[in-house]
């Protein structure tokens, strides 16, 4: 159905920076929303940044104003820029899309495998 696979990971310095890419693939009708998640250890997983279809987006209040969401819809990727990065932001990263399958007549949640990102002080 659709294929989310996300790169850019790593181990990074606190201050530093990465950047996260999610390429969605396979029988797509449509994408509405692409986000992106994390779960650090011990904790439940939780909203970073999403984009509408629309191209609005919403952050976490953690991450507002160091982290930057965008999307290329000929692409059909989205990515993630992290700025500023503190060891608290340490988790795996997870893209998250809202799709719907050319065989479907809804739309349904879609996940990747996640991409581990590493701050040390």
């Known amino acids: 159905q659709v294929q989310l696979v996300e790169s850019g990971g790593g181990l990074v310095q606190a201050g530093g920076s990465l950047r996260l890419s999610c390429a969605a693939s396979?029988?797509?009708?449509?994408?509405?929303?692409m986000g992106w998640y994390r779960q650090a250890p011990g904790k439940e997983r939780e909203l970073v940044a999403i984009s509408s279809s629309g191209g609005s987006t919403n952050y976490a209040d953690s991450v507002e104003g160091r982290f930057t969401i965008s999307r290329d819809n000929s692409k059909n990727t989205v990515y993630l820029q992290m700025n500023s990065l503190e060891p608290e932001d340490t988790a795996v990263y997870y893209c998250?899309?809202?799709?719907?399958?050319?065989?479907?007549?809804?739309?349904?949640?879609?996940w990747g495998r996640g991409t581990q990102v590493t701050v040390s002080s």
């Open positions: 998250n899309a809202v799709a719907r399958p050319k065989r479907l007549s809804q739309v349904q949640n879609f």
């Open positions: 396979g029988s797509i009708f449509s994408l509405n929303s």
